[in-house]
Every structure is written in C-alpha cells, then in structure tokens.
C-alpha cells in the first residue's frame, strides 16, 4: 500500500495542537504556524466528506513538571521548554482559524507531565485517542498540525503502531527547523508511516 493508497472507510483526520501557543505570537511559536492552521482549517472544511472522525488535540499543561524549563528563561528545547499551552488561557484553545471546524473529539494532553503524543490525552469524558478511534471503527488515520518534528510525529508514530494505516499530509504541518523536519520525515518514513501532500489524496 502507498502513502496514497489508504483506504476511505474508517478514516480519521487528526489535527495536532494547532493551537496560539505554537504559532507566530505564541509562547512557543513556530515559524509558519499561523500559515499551517489557515491551510489546515480550509483543508478540514473542503474534505470533511471523507473523514468518518475529525479528532484535535491540545496541549494542556497545568503543572508538567520539568517540562518547563526552571527558570523559565533557560529552555534546553530538547526536554524543557518555555511554559506554553498554560490551560484555560486563551493562547492554548484552538487557533482562531479552526473557528468554523466542530470536531467529533476533543483530546487534551499533559495535564501534569509531558506528553508529545495526542494518544497521551483523554477527551472530556476521559477517553483516550486510541479508545476513541476504536469506538468510531476508525483503521486509518491522517495526520496534521504543529509541529512536524515533535507533536505530529509522536501522534503519527503512535498511530502506526497501534496498527492504524497512517499517513502525514506534510503541507499541512510546519516543523521547529527544516533539519527537524528532514529528520522526522526519514524517522516516519523507515516506521511505515506514509507522507503526501495534501492535493495527491
């Protein structure tokens, strides 16, 4: 099977922390964020036909620990990071852009410790992402957001090896640094997980 190939019934989309905080202006701002969630949120309302599920993650950090970097002004940006995606503040509710998208799920993640992963959080009900999927009968999953190199990857990893048909719609996700981004991309590919643009689905 090619990274075009994946089946359309049981299809997921899941949008990766397409949130304030990691774009232009955010706590931890990526550079092209604000450009990613535009494509993504006109990419949502164009082909929401062909998704049984639309599932977003957030962060949500109340108290994650080491995180966040102590003091905050020295981040290592490999495993601590400046405070971002603070729950209940506006920065870490979904990007104004995705406005007009009504997801089926909601997940949120790292409450009170890391978490890269969407399949790390729960839903207001307290379901995980992998439980959600199940329920929904969902076998294959596309996967965008912020950012490439990190969130987007660990989600889409962890979608693969649950055994889910997965795929990274890669215009439709920004990475920290382009060298991150390379390297995820050959991370993903040697795991199995396919990568089109968007227009080639």
Known sequence: ??????PASGRALIVVDVQPTFCEGGELAVEGGN?????????AAEHRSAYDLVVTTQDWH???GHHFATPPEVPDFVDTWPPHGLAGTPNAELHPALAGLVPDASVRKGEYQAAYSGFEGVDGEGRSLA?????AGVSSVDVVGIAESHCVLA??????ALGLATRVLTDLT?????????AA???LAAAGVGLARSREI
């Open 1 to 6: 099977m090619t990274s075009t190939d994946i």
């Open 35 to 43: 450009a990613v969630a535009e494509a993504v949120a006109l990419f």
């Open 62 to 64: 109340v108290d994650p």
């Open 131 to 135: 439980q959600i999927l199940q329920e």
């Open 155 to 160: 989600t889409a990893l962890d979608a693969h």
């Open 174 to 182: 920004v990475p920290v640094s382009a060298e991150l981004g390379a």
């Open 185 to 187: 991309r050959t991370q």
